[in-house]
């Protein structure tokens, strides 16, 4: 499944999986490799991957290397630091990535590779979860520029967003029929979708206060989205 043409093509980057035929017995000689600024390999001693690539296995020995938590999700996930992001793309390498690092691949792999990979592939589905919805991607888009909002804040709403809230909480109290739950979720449904491309341009402007607002906004959106959810199980 990894040899043949897929092999040739990662082997020059470094992305090879474990257990694949092809890699290199865990040894190499360090002596001769000293003078590279990369971090060392843990197994072998010798230059690892470079802090930025997109290498996850050391380039001498093949052993697989702690995950990089400088890193943040846009670069581990190879995508441009804004909210509008390519989801199509996003799974892409969400895929390519659970290929590399996912812990099947190492159950006959050392320990310490065994929990490397268990990091890894935890911070490959948190950036992944983190970056595929709006609300989320934009609170931690937020989040690299100094700006957060800690969960139970208000942002001081103002109180016509707040009845608007409160009137379509009351609407889904009352929803007895699909059809009723239906138009509800239309409902938020389109005011997320308005409030996602406000803060699109928002961030666009690099204009975080209105993005801050505008997020706290769909938060409460969220929230009531959760309810129609709950609301939809049987009981």
């Not at 139970?152 to 609407?171: S, V």
């Not at 929803?175 to 308005?194: P, T, Y």
């Not at 993005?211 to 309810?227: D, G, P, Q």
Request: proline share 6%.
């Amino acid at each position: 499944m990894w040899g043949g043409r897929t092999g040739a093509l990662l082997r020059p980057w470094g992305l090879w999986p474990a257990g694949v035929r092809g890699r290199r017995p865990l040894g190499c000689n360090a002596a001769s490799l000293a003078g590279n600024n990369s971090p060392q390999c843990w197994n072998c001693g010798g230059p690892g991957v470079p802090k930025r690539g997109d290498g996850f296995f050391c380039p001498q020995c093949r052993a697989l290397q702690p995950p990089d938590l400088s890193r943040d999700y846009f670069s581990l996930m190879d995508c441009n630091r804004a909210f509008g992001v390519d989801t199509a793309k996003l799974q892409n390498r969400y895929q390519q990535l659970q290929r590399l690092v996912h812990p099947d691949f190492f159950s006959q792999r050392s320990q310490t590779e065994k929990d490397f990979s268990e990091k890894h592939a935890t911070l490959v589905n948190d950036a992944y979860k983190t970056l595929l919805a709006p609300l989320s991607r934009g609170l931690y888009l937020l989040k690299l520029h100094g700006v957060e909002i800690p969960e139970g804040t208000d942002y001081a709403m103002d109180q016509q967003f707040l009845m608007e809230i409160m009137e379509i909480n009351e609407k889904l109290a009352e929803a007895q029929s699909e059809a009723a739950m239906k138009e509800i979720e239309s409902i938020v449904r389109a005011k997320q979708k308005e409030l996602s491309d406000n803060v699109s341009k928002a961030f666009e402007q690099d204009d975080f206060e209105k993005a801050k607002e505008i997020l706290t906004k769909m938060r409460y959106f969220s929230n009531v989205e959760e309810k129609i959810k709950l609301k939809k199980i049987p009981l």
